[in-house]
C-alpha cells in the first residue's frame, strides 16, 4: 500500500546549502513557466541569491518540502519569496508576497495554501497590517487559489478603481 507524501512547510535558511539550492530551483523553475515570463534565471542571480536574500532583514521565504514516507527524502515543491515593506497609512508593516512557486506536479493540491498559512503566521509575528501580491490577469488557476485564500483586488475608493501594479525597468 503507497501512502500521500506529507507536505510540511517551514522557513528558508538562506545560509543552509541545501535549501538554498532548492530556492535557487524552485525559482528557476518558476521562471521558466510561462507564468513567470518563460525565461530561466540568470547564472549570476542563481548563485547570488541566497545570499543577498540572507543579507536583507526584511526578507523571508517559505518553503513547502513533500516526503513519500519516514526515512524518505524530502523534495521541495513549493516556495513563498517575501518583503517586509510598510503602510504609511496604517503605520505598520504589511508582507508583500513576491514569488509563489509551485512545481506543476504538484499545483492543485493546496501547497501554496499551506505556505500561506506560515506565511500570514510570520507577517502577524511582524506586527503586519496586511500582506499584499501581484498575479497576472491570465492566470487564472493562482488567481482563484488566492481568492480561496482571502486576497481581493485593491481600492481606497471604488468610484477610483482598483490599484494596478506598474513598474519602470532601471536595468
Known amino acids: 500500500m503507497t ?8 522557513p528558508v535558511d538562506y545560509a543552509d546549502p541545501r535549501e538554498a539550492q532548492a ?15 518563460g525565461t530561466p534565471l540568470r547564472d549570476e542571480v542563481k548563485t547570488q541569491l541566497a545570499e543577498a536574500l540572507r543579507q536583507r532583514p526584511h526578507a523571508f521565504s ?11 527524502p524530502e523534495q521541495a515543491v ?10 504609511t497609512f496604517a503605520c505598520r508593516p504589511l508582507v ?4 509563489v ?5 504538484w499545483r492543485g493540491q493546496r501547497v501554496a495554501q499551506k505556505m500561506f498559512a506560515l506565511v ?14 501581484e498575479v497576472l490577469e491570465g492566470n487564472t488557476p493562482a488567481m482563484r487559489a488566492y481568492e480561496r485564500e482571502g486576497f481581493a483586488g485593491y481600492a481606497l475608493d471604488p468610484a477610483m478603481g482598483q490599484a494596478q501594479f506598474l513598474q519602470k525597468l532601471l536595468d
Open 78 to 87: 513549493g516556495l513563498v519569496n517575501c518583503f517586509e515593506g510598510f503602510s
Open 62 to 72: 517559505v518553503m513547502a518540502w513533500a516526503q513519500a514516507g519516514e526515512g524518505a
Open 3 to 10: 501512502t500521500s507524501p506529507t507536505v510540511t512547510v517551514r
Open 101 to 105: 512557486a509551485v512545481l506543476p506536479g
Open 96 to 99: 508583500n508576497i513576491h514569488d
Open 23 to 37: 530556492l535557487v530551483a524552485l525559482l528557476d523553475s518558476y521562471a521558466s513557466d510561462p507564468t513567470g515570463g
Open 120 to 133: 500570514e503566521e510570520l507577517a502577524r509575528q511582524r506586527g503586519a497590517c496586511k500582506l499584499t501580491l
